[in-house]
């Protein structure tokens, strides 16, 4: 009985794993590389036979969980796909798109390669391979737990993430033997969620396959964030241009939606020109959003039953056809969220080609933006940039506001954790190994035993669980060399503890600074605790 990890393992992207009996195989997620990841993974097969896996349990639609799934059908696979209500109709829009994205940077490809002299590309999968993979989903409420086959049980858990992510508790068996209880977390969303609920506490495993993207780090406060976001408005309808807001469609716009909602209900008085979210695929999932009301958080819930449209601010429109998108370009005024998310293509393209010369513009990045792309070279300051073949000079202001996460942070995932029994091992998956190490310590730190897989391990589900947490190791090889005095150590260990409570509160406010901080803190902290407590033991073997 084992556990396979075939992605997403000291990285981000990319989620597969396998739980393999002797009775069958079943896939959790099933997700693409993207961004650095993507080339590092190009061109790489699946290291099973698509035909071979009986099911495949979905935690969420994200492309970077989903985004194989097409493919895992095109190459034999025939089983089922199990998901919430919710991610089955996500994935209908996301997988869609993903098709419809690989089909264009083929074309792209196979025309710079014609020039050449070299043969065409071909997309990994088309529209009738979605069509496919759509036909086998089945979909499972929440929270209960039902038989999948003989010998796997499963329950969804509301993750907190995006609309329909879930945590699955697996409970696993061989024979008759006891099951074995596996934990997925999928991705998990913070505990102050916004438009979900906080992701469901679990408080029984045996294993917990943790998500790690924000392990180091913790997130800027929502109170904070707000403000932050209230300022940057305030000061770009002073300015009276145009406020354009890359946004990724799913998700993160309807947040964005929501944030403008309660910003005009605290500023009343604030002359803000209309909103547009300019994406068919955002129509579609706001839509999708509305419907599972039940799902949402409590304050959004109120909203509705108030007969209140939480994504609906004062003077919003959606915007469908092409059209009505290019008749936006000829305004002076507006706010326009469209994807996608990184400036790496979609309508925000022509939106900025047509405004990043302004200097009364404002653009607002309220995600990520990886290296690479456009996003990216904005944030970063570029002056000039290249768009649909032209030359753009960049005379427009950035706001770059970090706090709108949809991913637990630090704290987060410790808390989340802690409800486990010690008894609980934990495997860190999709983070980076800086944010993954950070968190393992912090585990430690708590009692559990951790691991970081790498892509091909495997772990046996059946081995016996260690004695107590293990040390870190670093612990282990300085401490032979110090020749301590257990007083020495405590008092050292306090002024740590303190000085750490100190960095973190003023760190917090800098993101990188305490990115690249925090984790040596923890350590330094890990380390002298570890000290004491073997200080302690040789105090006591000394005297007896
Ligand atoms: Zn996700």
Same mark, same amino acid.
């Given at each position: 009985?084992?556990?396979?990890?075939?992605?997403?393992?000291?990285?981000?992207?990319?989620?597969?794993?396998?739980?393999?009996?002797?009775?069958?195989?079943?896939?959790?997620?099933?997700?693409?590389?993207?961004?650095?990841?993507?080339?590092?993974?190009?061109?790489?097969?699946?290291?099973?036979?698509?035909?071979?896996?009986?099911?495949?349990?979905?935690?969420?639609?994200?492309?970077?969980?989903?985004?194989? !799934?097409?493919? &895992?059908?095109?190459?034999?696979? @025939?089983?089922?796909?199990?998901?919430?209500? /919710?991610?089955?109709? #996500? $994935? +209908?829009?996301?997988?869609?798109?993903?098709?419809?994205?690989?089909?264009?940077?083929?074309?792209?490809?196979?025309?710079?390669?014609?020039?050449?002299?070299?043969?065409?590309?071909?997309?990994?999968?088309?529209?009738?391979?979605?069509?496919?993979?759509?036909?086998?989903?089945?979909?499972?409420?929440?929270?209960?737990?039902?038989?999948?086959?003989?010998?796997?049980?499963?329950?969804?858990?509301?993750?907190?993430?995006?609309?329909?992510?879930?945590?699955?508790?697996?409970?696993?068996?061989?024979?008759?033997?006891?099951?074995?209880?596996?934990?997925?977390?999928?991705? !998990?969303?913070? &505990?102050?969620?916004?438009?979900? @609920?906080?992701?469901?506490?679990?408080?029984? /495993?045996?294993?917990? #396959? $943790? +998500?790690?993207?924000?392990?180091?780090?913790?997130?800027?406060?929502?109170?904070?964030?707000?403000?932050?976001?209230?300022?940057?408005?305030?000061?770009?309808?002073?300015?009276?241009?145009?406020?354009?807001?890359?946004?990724?469609?799913?998700?993160?716009?309807?947040?964005?939606?929501?944030?403008?909602?309660?910003?005009?209900?605290?500023?009343?008085?604030?002359?803000?020109?209309?909103?547009?979210?300019?994406?068919?695929?955002?129509?579609?999932?706001?839509?999708?959003?509305?419907?599972?009301?039940?799902?949402?958080?409590?304050?959004?819930?109120?909203?509705?039953?108030?007969?209140?449209?939480?994504?609906?601010?004062?003077?919003?429109?959606?915007?469908?056809?092409?059209?009505?998108?290019?008749?936006?370009?000829?305004?002076?005024?507006?706010?326009?969220?469209?994807?996608?998310?990184?400036?790496?293509?979609?309508?925000?393209?022509?939106?900025?080609?047509?405004?990043?010369?302004?200097?009364?513009?404002?653009?607002?990045?309220?995600?990520?933006?990886?290296?690479?792309?456009?996003?990216?070279?904005?944030?970063?300051?570029?002056?000039?940039?290249?768009?649909?073949?032209?030359?753009?000079?960049?005379?427009?202001?950035?706001?770059?506001?970090?706090?709108?996460?949809?991913?637990?942070?630090?704290?987060?995932?410790?808390?989340?954790?802690?409800?486990?029994?010690?008894?609980?091992?934990?495997?860190?998956?999709?983070?980076?190994?800086?944010?993954?190490?950070?968190?393992?310590?912090?585990?430690?730190?708590?009692?559990?035993?951790?691991?970081?897989?790498?892509?091909?391990?495997?772990?046996?589900?059946?081995?016996?669980?260690?004695?107590?947490?293990?040390?870190?190791?670093?612990?282990?090889?300085?401490?032979?060399?110090?020749?301590?005095?257990?007083?020495?150590?405590?008092?050292?260990?306090?002024?740590?503890?303190?000085?750490?409570?100190?960095?973190?509160?003023?760190?917090?406010?800098?993101?990188?600074?305490?990115?690249?901080?925090?984790?040596?803190?923890?350590?330094?902290?890990?380390?002298?605790?570890?000290?004491?407590?073997?200080?302690?033991?040789?105090?006591?073997?000394?005297?007896?």
């Amino acid at each position: 009985m084992k556990l396979r990890i075939f992605g997403a393992a000291g990285e981000v992207t990319g989620s597969n794993y396998m739980i393999e009996t002797a009775g069958y195989r079943v896939l959790v997620d099933c997700g693409t590389h993207q961004g650095e990841d993507e080339e590092r993974h190009e061109g790489e097969n699946f290291p099973y036979d698509p035909a071979g896996i009986d099911a495949v349990l979905l935690t969420h639609a994200h492309i970077d969980h989903s985004g194989r !799934l097409p493919l &895992l059908v095109r190459q034999g696979f @025939k089983g089922k796909i199990y998901c919430t209500h /919710a991610t089955s109709e #996500l $994935i +209908e829009i996301l997988l869609r798109d993903s098709a419809k994205i690989m089909k264009e940077d083929a074309e792209w490809r196979t025309r710079k390669n014609a020039r050449k002299g070299l043969p065409a590309v071909k997309p990994l999968y088309g529209d009738n391979d979605v069509e496919d993979a759509l036909a086998l989903r089945s979909y499972v409420p929440y929270d209960e737990v039902f038989e999948i086959m003989p010998g796997l049980k499963v329950r969804f858990r509301d993750a907190g993430h995006i609309l329909g992510s879930a945590i699955i508790e697996a409970w696993i068996s061989e024979k008759d033997e006891k099951p074995v209880k596996v934990v997925f977390s999928g991705d !998990l969303g913070p &505990l102050d969620g916004v438009i979900e @609920k906080p992701p469901a506490v679990v408080e029984e /495993a045996d294993f917990v #396959l $943790i +998500e790690s993207t924000y392990g180091d780090r913790l997130h800027k406060s929502l109170a904070d964030t707000r403000a932050e976001f209230q300022d940057a408005m305030e000061a770009a309808v002073r300015s009276g241009g145009k406020v354009l807001v890359p946004t990724f469609v799913v998700d993160r716009a309807q947040r964005m939606l929501y944030e403008f909602k309660l910003l005009q209900k605290k500023l009343p008085d604030l002359k803000m020109a209309n909103i547009y979210l300019d994406s068919p695929m955002g129509v579609k999932t706001t839509e999708i959003y509305s419907a599972h009301a039940a799902l949402l958080s409590r304050d959004l819930k109120e909203m509705l039953m108030n007969g209140e449209d939480p994504f609906e601010p004062r003077g919003f429109s959606f915007v469908r056809t092409a059209e009505e998108s290019r008749a936006i370009n000829a305004m002076d005024e507006g706010i326009v969220l469209a994807g996608s998310g990184m400036c790496s293509g979609g309508r925000i393209m022509h939106h900025l080609k047509h405004s990043l010369y302004k200097k009364d513009t404002h653009v607002f990045f309220v995600g990520y933006q990886a290296y690479g792309t456009l996003g990216r070279r904005l944030v970063d300051g570029a002056k000039k940039v290249r768009i649909a073949g032209e030359e753009i000079s960049v005379k427009a202001k950035f706001h770059t506001l970090n706090g709108f996460s949809a991913h637990a942070d630090r704290g987060d995932l410790l808390s989340w954790a802690s409800h486990f029994p010690k008894k609980a091992r934990f495997i860190i998956v999709h983070g980076e190994p800086k944010s993954a190490e950070s968190l393992a310590l912090g585990l430690k730190d708590a009692g559990y035993a951790t691991r970081i897989p790498a892509i091909g391990d495997e772990i046996d589900l059946l081995a016996p669980a260690p004695e107590r947490a293990e040390m870190p190791v670093i612990s282990k090889r300085i401490l032979d060399r110090i020749d301590f005095d257990t007083k020495d150590v405590e008092s050292v260990l306090n002024m740590i503890s303190e000085r750490t409570d100190e960095m973190r509160e003023k760190l917090i406010n800098n993101d990188e600074q305490y990115r690249n901080i925090m984790p040596l803190l923890i350590s330094a902290r890990t380390l002298l605790e570890t000290a004491a407590a073997l200080g302690a033991g040789s105090a006591r073997e000394g005297k007896g």
